[in-house]
């Protein structure tokens, strides 16, 4: 079984700054593309960015310049380092990681997501 567990949510006032991170674990061949999406309330989940195996990257439009992301694939982690924060940015964010498992399937999971709430 495959999970992944985000952390690092919270509480920021605009202009701040927060980390979050997402730990893939389970029976795990190869982990591809991880990423984070976002989804705030009355609007559709969202991209935030992502990165491939070989650190290779993508970032939705709102975000460039502010938020930077990472991984470390010895952890299985990505990271999300969010800067200049403004109330645009709240939302539940989710991680997503396009896993090889050991049972030879590709497939894309999803983590429980964390709120991230900026206030003015």
């Known amino acids: 079984q495959v999970q992944l567990v985000e952390s690092g949510g919270g509480l920021v006032q605009t202009g701040g700054s927060l980390r979050l991170s997402c730990v893939v674990s389970g029976r795990i061949f190869r982990v591809n593309v991880m990423g984070w999406y976002r989804q705030a309330p009355g609007k559709q989940r969202e991209l935030v960015a992502d990165i491939a195996s070989r650190g290779s990257t993508n970032y939705g439009d709102s975000v460039k310049g502010r938020f930077t992301i990472s991984r470390d694939n010895a952890k299985n982690t990505v990271y999300l380092q969010m800067n200049s924060l403004n109330s645009e940015d709240t939302a539940v964010y989710y991680c997503?990681?396009?896993?090889?498992?050991?049972?030879?399937?590709?497939?894309?999971?999803w983590g429980q997501g964390t709120q991230v709430t900026v206030s003015s």
């Open positions: 997503k990681a396009n896993i090889w498992n050991s049972r030879g399937i590709v497939d894309d999971y």
